[in-house]
């Protein structure tokens, strides 16, 4: 995490990943079709209001650019993948999303995979309030392979 207006820590429980740092696990190995626990904590200190947006800026396989701006509350975020075509449409919970410090424990399992081949990925989300200054900037990189190259790894 680049920037953010207040504490946060994501932490993948069991031994899938291979690091921790003060904003918690890193270097993760997540399988497709598993189930997985997190406990997240954070401590947002700024109210996130309408007009404020999140923005990824994504290169698949360093070639393929990904880029998506949508509302970061009150509407509703599309996104098309590119290569595998996926598109997902979500709704963005209401406005305000006011500074608060949340606890929580979550399980969560990967979908199927949908991804035909091995790709690469680099990517910045940043959250940005209505006069367009950064609110929260993370930066990420990975890989997402077929269920069958897992398997074979």
Known sequence: MDQFPGT????????TCQQVDPFGSNACDLKWDQTYHVDVTVNQTVDIVAGSTVSIDAKLDRVVPLRVTCPACGGVCEVTVPIIKKHIRYEMPPCPLSARALTTSKDFTLPSSLVPL??????????????????????TNGHVSPKDAEEQA
């Not at 946060?8 to 031994?15: F, R, S, W």
């Open 8 to 15: 946060a820590t994501v932490v993948v429980g069991g031994n």
């Open 118 to 139: 091995r790709i690469g990925f680099e990517a910045t989300v940043t959250v940005a309030g209505p006069d367009g200054a950064s609110i929260a900037v993370v930066r």
